[in-house]
């Protein structure tokens, strides 16, 4: 499975557009990009998944450039209680996936 | 009308005793996981069960041991719990042609003392 690389922690304040970058050089053809969101004392819930160039939904936007090999989700005016661990996952949509999740970033969303 | 449930919330419980979390799915999925989450907050997969079999078993100790009675649930037995074993355990379910969109049930808090 192709392995991740983010930032452990960002600040930003209300209102403003969050983006954390995720790193996955080694991706494979038939993977795809899978952010989830986890707030403290609760299960990671899905947000956003793409496969290439560009997705949005109404809670966030995936930007994934030509060559796939990193992604950036994208919040759009935080708001305090954005503030929680996001986890950037890549991995084919087969079951037997060993989906992994890797230490995540964690954001502070700031009055 | 909760998706993924699971009980119980919490468990306490001494070195050395048996225990039991169960899981409950109403999304119709046929894929379901058990996860662990440790201190640290890494997540790491434990089993996955699609329809009734069982996929997934990563290098865990055998004294973990899943069931699947049936699609829509995924039961974890621990025997002889260890200090180590102290986690919050997180059930959650998939479709097999979306594996990568899981729904996660709200975790169970397990305590060994």
């Known amino acids: 499975l192709a392995k991740t690389t983010q930032p452990i922690s960002m600040d930003s304040y209300e209102g403003q557009e969050v983006n954390i970058t995720c790193s996955h050089n080694?991706?494979?053809?038939?993977?795809?990009i899978t952010w989830y969101q986890q707030f403290p004392s609760q299960g990671p819930r899905f947000i956003i998944q793409?496969?290439?160039t560009k997705v949005t939904n109404e809670v966030a936007s995936l930007f994934i450039p030509a060559d796939r090999k990193s992604s950036t989700l994208s919040l759009p005016r935080v708001s305090l209680s954005d503030t929680a661990v996001y986890y950037c996952?890549?991995?084919?949509?087969?079951?037997?996936?060993?989906?992994?999740f890797g230490g995540g970033t964690r954001v502070l969303v700031k009055p | 009308d909760t998706a993924v449930s699971q009980t119980p919330k919490y468990l306490v419980t001494q070195m050395g005793n048996d225990k039991s979390i169960k899981c409950e799915q109403n999304?119709?999925?046929?894929?379901m996981y058990w996860y662990k989450q440790d201190s640290k907050k890494f997540l790491k997969i434990m089993f996955s069960?699609?329809?009734?079999?069982?996929?997934i078993n990563e290098t865990v100790p055998n004294r973990f041991s899943p069931k699947s009675p049936d699609k829509a649930h995924l039961n974890l037995h621990i025997n002889s719990l260890e200090l180590g074993d102290s986690a919050v355990y997180f059930c959650?379910?998939?479709?097999?042609?979306?594996?990568?969109?899981?729904?996660f049930g709200a975790g169970s808090r397990l305590t060994v003392l």
């Open positions: 959650a379910s998939s479709q097999s042609t979306g594996a990568n969109v899981l729904t």
């Open positions: 080694n991706i494979a053809t038939n993977d795809y």
């Open positions: 793409g496969y290439k």
């Open positions: 996952l890549v991995g084919p949509q087969a079951a037997g996936n060993k989906l992994t």
């Open positions: 999304l119709g999925h046929d894929t």
């Open positions: 069960y699609n329809n009734k079999e069982l996929i």
